[in-house]
DNA sequence: TAATATTTTTAGATTTGTCTAAAATATATT
DNA sequence: AATATATTTTAGACAAATCTAAAAATATTA
């Protein structure tokens, strides 16, 4: 089964949209996509008309079997390509998205199997987001958000949840990357903020908001 | 200036036919682009708009300065993927064209830079094809035809100017690629073919029409 | 050079992906 | 439940890249 560049953004969309709510309704797509409402229902109907989508006019939609394999597809060449921009040719994590939103659709099978032997076949990928394998597994990893840390206790950062420019940057000021270690000093009841030590850092404080998208795992496992 | 993957691929396919020809003509590039004379007097028409194409109506065209540099920024980025396909994913030389075909359109000038350097900045891809450089600067190389080449002198191919699967293949076959070293053992005069010899294989025989297509130079240059 | 053949361009249609504006449907509110 | 609001879909238009068929320009040849 063959997809243009489009129906694999759109099929990438719903697919992480429907990790979080389910069922996907039109509007939010729309705002995902930065198109028009119009657009995913033309789009929609092609998607249907392709066998990948559950959709009833009016009803919402999501990505059935045969979508969720073509989406994990995607998701799984987006992940390596970053892998690959950062580990081999130096990019910051921050800064490739859009490179890798171009190289994941590049059709070769047998390049993206090549290309993940040439890596190491990593399991995660420069944010901490897991890589599907070639059937589309996804690895799973013990990790809680940090702002459930209990004080003192040592872990990794393993994910950040929003990946938002802005956010990167925040976390690249802090020298909070894949991979660090940190604990939790203090928590400050008045407005959940979370006093830190970074590993060869001063303490400093981040907002509950941010603790809420950094996900950790206790020290020493994963990758 | 951005371009099209479609004006890329014109004009990639004019920079190829204008290297041999000097000016192009509309049904020449219709064949080599497998599309259709129309189609190719329409985007003769594109692209002269954007000033990239000397082009009079009916009389033939060619690139101009600006049409020949976005040519070379493509062939570098073809040629560097090349490599990189056959350097570090150890695909076979005669299997990543149709890849390249499609990673040279990806946009960012930092990915081609870094890649270049990653992969050491090769001078020359796995045919044997000189890599542009960031500014467009094509590497010399001295090079001979291998039917010119005199008998016993041992020599390195340094590139193959017919690089269909076909003829990939049969290089294959007699165990022939960039950077082998052979020399001829003989002449037939009745037909051009030649004997020849190469390194830890048995001699065999290539035809006068193959051996003009295999470019060789003195051993111990390049790379 | 006049007739013929070839090459190139134009005219008009098609497909894909997008858009705006309006209509249809669903949801919320009084 | 009737009305207002929000969401979603349809209808129709547009741009890019392609096509076929026909017309125009150029080249060949008798």
New binding site residues.
């Given amino acids: 089964m063959h997809f243009?560049?489009?129906?694999e953004?759109?099929i990438k969309g719903i697919f992480h949209l429907q990790q979080e709510t389910g069922l996907v309704?039109?509007?939010?797509l729309?705002a995902e996509m930065?198109?028009?409402?119009?657009?995913?229902?033309?789009?929609?109907?092609?998607l249907k008309a392709k066998k990948l989508l559950q959709?009833e006019?009016?009803?919402?939609?999501k990505l059935n079997e045969a979508g969720l394999k073509a989406a994990l597809v995607v998701v799984r060449k987006h992940r390596l390509w970053e892998f690959f921009l950062v580990d081999k040719l130096k990019f910051d994590w921050d800064s490739v998205h859009a490179i890798a939103e171009e190289l994941e659709h590049i059709s070769s099978e047998e390049l993206v199997n090549r290309l993940a032997q040439f890596l190491g076949d990593p399991a995660f990928d420069p944010h901490g987001d897991p890589i599907p394998d070639k059937h589309g597994s996804i690895p799973v990893i013990y990790q809680k958000i940090l702002s459930t840390v209990p004080l003192k206790k040592s872990v990794t950062v393993s994910a950040v949840s929003n990946q938002s420019t802005q956010m990167l940057e925040m976390l690249k000021h802090y020298h909070i990357a894949l991979g660090t270690q940190l604990m939790i000093l203090k928590k400050f009841e008045f407005d959940g903020s979370l006093e830190i030590k970074v590993l060869k850092q001063n303490a400093c404080i981040i907002s509950e908001q941010v603790a809420k998208n950094i996900f950790v795992h206790d020290m020493g496992k994963t990758k």
């Fill in positions: 243009t560049i489009s129906e953004n759109y309704n039109t509007n939010s729309a930065h198109t028009r409402a119009a657009s995913v229902t033309d789009m929609l109907k092609k959709y006019k009016y009803k919402g939609f």
